[in-house]
Every structure is written in C-alpha cells, then in structure tokens.
C-alpha cells in the first residue's frame, strides 16, 4: 500500500536566515520570510516578513520589509511596509518610509521620514520607484 507523503517542509514565511556576528556578506540578500543580521551586509536587504538588524551590526544598502528593527547601523533607505522601531542603540542615515514608527530616545536617525501612506510604502517594499 503507498501511502501520501505529507511535506515537513516549513513554509518560506516561516524560516529565519542569520547573518552572524562577524560575517560580512557583500551582495544583496532577499527572502521571503525573515532575515536576523549581527555582522555587516553591503548590499541591499530585502525580507517578506522581517528584518531584524543587531547592535553590532551594519547594513550598507536599502532594506525592504514588513516589519524592520534596527538596533545597530544603516546607511541607505529603509521601507517597512507596516512597522519600523528604532531602538535607542541604532543609528540610520538615510530616508524611512514606514506606515508606523517606533524611535526610542537616544536613536538616531538622519534622512527624511515619510508616514502614514501604507499603500505607497508596500509599493515601495515591492520594488516600486519611490520618485516614480
């Protein structure tokens, strides 16, 4: 008798990759689910669900998401299509398009921040132009 597999394969929203401490990825980095990064990327950082950044990590590149949290560096755009908190540790240069923020005091954050509009800001995170 042949019985029907079921797949233990988790789904892609559910599967977190980890940028470790100390490692430096030098090219761009996209999943469908979530991204944790503690070391450096330079590059752009593109995640469906989450991107998480460590307080000693740097991106130097855009990030695109749902949900972001910034604890370390950033220098380039970040679009959170829902959430963006900036913990009191993080330091942003560059333009936020968020539908909410979170900025605990001692964060720093240099560029322009645009709130509020979250079609323009999933559009964004799709891959939209942001001037077009």
């Given amino acids: 008798m042949v019985r029907e597999r079921r797949s233990n394969k988790p789904s892609p929203e559910a599967i977190i990759s980890i940028i470790g401490p100390g490692m430096n990825v030098v ?75 979170q900025l605990e005091e001692g964060g720093v954050l240099n560029g322009t921040v645009n709130m509020g509009n979250a079609s323009k800001a999933a559009g964004i995170a799709g891959g939209e132009n942001p001037r077009g």
Avoid at 56 to 61: E, L, M
Avoid at 66 to 95: F, M, N, W, Y
């Fill in 27 to 101: 090219g761009d980095c996209e999943t469908e689910g979530s991204i944790r990064i503690e070391g450096s990327v330079t590059g752009s950082v593109r995640a469906g669900k989450a991107v998480v950044v460590g307080e000693d990590a740097w991106v130097k590149g855009d990030i695109s998401t749902q949900d972001a949290v910034v604890s370390g560096k950033v220098t380039g755009t970040i679009v959170a299509a829902s959430r963006l908190e900036v913990k009191a540790t993080s330091q942003i240069e560059g333009d936020v398009h968020a539908r909410r923020l």
